[in-house]
């Protein structure tokens, strides 16, 4: 057995990876991130620690909320495929749709940080609100990214992980070729596939 399959991190430990992805796949991400450090910089220096740590809290707990998420999410598509593969799949429908966007917006965890961002903004200064400009791209720039990433990590996980806990289980290798090339286009980049090559090659040939 891999037992790379069983590594588990906690949700703290798999978001600061993903937002490393992110960094490296995205062209626009690192620079957006960088105005967010340096915005954080100015709001540090004028509220002080104490004010900004229950904050930047906040911000980790809402993006663990959507990694946990449509991560599951990713996951159980793969097995609903599998024990319906005639079934519409999440490829049929757009992103809000297939990562059930309004549900996870309504997640207690997800609410209850959301909701302290909120109160940390309406708190600000309106010359502290424009340096705020700069954190709310990277909040929105990092959900929309995110959310999708964390998706298709899960699905490529169970792809892994379901063949020891489903009976008879085999990935979809055809619907796992279509999400990849379906994010490839999206982020502009080669990702990882995370599939055996060889059984990949014969299932395709067969």
Same mark, same amino acid.
């Given at each position: +057995? ?61 993006? %663990? ?25 999440? +490829?049929?429908?757009? $992103? ?19 909701? %302290?961002? #909120?109160?940390?903004? /309406? ?27 964390? /998706? ?8 892994? +992980? ?15 070729? /279509?999400?990849?090339?379906? +994010? %490839?286009?999206? $982020? ?9 090559? #060889? ?8």
């Amino acid at each position: +057995m891999n037992t790379q399959v069983l590594t588990i991190l906690n949700a703290e430990e798999m978001l600061t990876k993903m937002v490393s992805v992110i960094e490296g796949i995205s062209t626009e991400f690192p620079r957006i991130k960088e105005e967010y450090e340096q915005a954080l910089l100015v709001l540090r220096r004028e509220l002080g620690d104490e004010k900004i740590k229950p904050f930047l809290d906040a911000i980790n707990r809402r993006c %663990e909320a959507d990694l946990l998420f449509c991560g599951n999410l990713g996951y159980q598509s793969n097995l609903k495929n599998f024990r319906d593969p005639i079934a519409r799949t999440f +490829m049929d429908v757009d $992103f809000e749709e297939y990562l059930r966007v309004e549900v996870l917006q309504r997640m207690p965890q997800r609410q209850e940080a959301e909701a %302290e961002i #909120d109160a940390f903004y /309406h708190s600000l200064s309106d010359e502290q609100k424009g340096v705020y400009d700069a954190v709310s791209s990277y909040l929105v720039s990092l959900e929309l990214d995110l959310t999708k990433l964390a /998706h298709y990590a899960g699905f490529m996980f169970a792809n892994n +992980m379901l063949k020891y806990t489903e009976p008879g289980y085999v990935p979809n290798y055809v619907l796992t070729l /279509h999400y990849q090339s379906f +994010m %490839e286009k999206w $982020f502009g980049v080669k990702l990882d596939l995370c599939l055996e090559t #060889d059984k990949q090659a014969e299932v395709l040939s067969a």
